[in-house]
Nanobody, 126 residues
């Protein structure tokens, strides 16, 4: 059974940091890219970051560039999103998303992706 489980969300003050984790199971024989999306109340889902199947390349939305870092540990089938200098506008539910049989990232079209995690809430507030 293919499954994605996010963790690490929570409440943090502006300027603070959080690290999200996404544990993937059931994908052991595949190669796949992993992305993070987020959705704030009343807004559409937006792509935040993506990492290639090898972990060698990554890209970021302009809104998070320089503040967020994505990484993956393929031995643990886990992807991380380190979020620094958090702002209130980063408040959203964050989703881990997989595109199977893909080696490189290619945009953030929602329908392009195969599997979604349940999401983890990130709230940035004083």
């Amino acid at each position: 059974q293919l499954q994605l489980v996010e963790s690490g969300g929570g409440l943090v003050q502006p300027g603070g940091s959080l690290r999200l984790s996404c544990a993937a199971s059931g994908f052991t024989s595949d190669y796949y890219t992993i992305s993070w999306f987020r959705q704030a109340p009343g807004k559409e889902r937006e792509g935040v970051s993506c990492i290639s199947s090898s972990g060698m390349t990554a890209n970021y939305a302009d809104s998070v560039k320089g503040r967020f870092t994505i990484s993956r540990d393929n031995a643990k089938n886990t992807v991380y999103l380190q979020m620094n200098s958090l702002k209130p506008e980063d408040t959203a539910v964050y989703y881990c998303v997989v595109k199977r049989f893909a080696r490189s990232c290619s945009g953030y079209t929602v329908s392009f992706y195969d599997y979604w995690g349940q999401g983890t809430q990130v709230t940035v507030s004083s």
